[in-house]
T-cell receptor, first 113, second 114 residues
Framework: AQSVTQLGSHVSVSEGALVLLRCNYS??????LFWYVQYPNQGLQLLLK??????LVKGINGFEAEFKKSETSFHLTKPSAHMSDAAEYFC???????????FGTGTRLLVSP | ETGVTQSPTHLIKTRGQQVTLRCSSQ?????VSWYQQALGQGPQFIFQ???????GRGNFPPRFSGLQFPNYSSELNVNALELDDSALYLC?????????????FGNGTRLTVT
């Protein structure tokens, strides 16, 4: 069975600082991995996805993530945080068969001026 | 391009009642999935519909049921509501069945059961 673990329910950074949100996955087959962002009172928006092409994946809003099979990790980074990045971030892995996404518990990113 | 729309946005029901939530999929998308997101948690997969047939189900009891219509819109029905059913219900559509097809989510329906 597939699963993801997001380390840190809350991450606080200053505006302009590096953003690093951690995600480790468990999968018995080569996984597809996703990062989604959720703003208050909204649904989920896809940031980026890994589908076994390039291991470094670039997404929207300056985010990127690197798939590391040896570490079973898919951490999300952004070189310079912006106030508008404050939101909840979810890592997810696809269980094979019918697009069922298995989500982590989320990391709330707080950005201070 | 119209995205995924859900209605209503908020709903308050009493324990034991029944509720129907609605979802219009994004144009060109034939697959609809429903997720339940409890407060402070990640979304959990309820089920998926593809061409009007249930195509996969998560660990939810039979009182959670759904429909998909010929225009690919969908309904989620929950019978005999329980307090723990209080959550944000998210609908997501995708253009196909491939595992790497990204899901496009609506803004959800927040259900409160009292």
């Amino acid at each position: 069975a597939q699963s993801v673990t997001q380390l840190g329910s809350h991450v606080s950074v200053s505006e302009g600082a590096l953003v690093l949100l951690r995600c480790n996955y468990s999968s018995s087959v080569p996984p597809y991995l996703f990062w989604y962002v959720q703003y208050p009172n909204q649904g989920l928006q896809l940031l980026l996805k890994y589908t076994s092409a390039a291991t470094l994946v670039k997404g929207i809003n300056g985010f990127e993530a690197e798939f590391k099979k040896s570490e079973t990790s898919f951490h999300l980074t952004k070189p310079s945080a912006h106030m508008s990045d404050a939101a909840e971030y979810f890592c997810a892995v696809t269980a094979t068969g019918f697009q069922k996404l298995v989500f982590g518990t989320g990391t709330r990113l707080l950005v201070s001026p | 391009e119209t995205g995924v729309t859900q209605s209503p946005t908020h709903l308050i029901k009493t324990r034991g009642q029944q509720v129907t939530l609605r979802c219009s999929s994004q144009s060109g998308h034939n697959t609809v999935s429903w997720y339940q997101q409890a407060l402070g948690q990640g979304p959990q997969f309820i089920f998926q519909y593809y061409r009007e047939e249930e195509n996969g189900r998560g660990n939810f009891p039979p009182r959670f049921s759904g429909l998909q219509f010929p225009n690919y819109s969908s309904e989620l029905n929950v019978n005999a509501l329980e307090l723990d059913d209080s959550a944000l219900y998210l609908c997501a559509s995708s253009p196909g069945q491939a595992d790497n097809s990204p899901l496009h989510f609506g803004n959800g329906t927040r259900l409160t059961v009292t």
